[in-house]
């Protein structure tokens, strides 16, 4: 694998990770209001 692809995996998965803590702070949130 060359280092261009590597890089970009590199930045999918900083994105996903930051996506899904956004997504579990609007769920707690969700969650925290809903009860």
Do not use: P
């Amino acid at each position: 694998m060359n280092s261009l692809t590597t890089s970009r995996l590199q930045d999918v998965k900083s994105l996903l990770s930051r996506e899904t803590r956004f997504i579990m702070k609007g769920l707690c949130r969700a969650d925290h209001f809903g009860s």
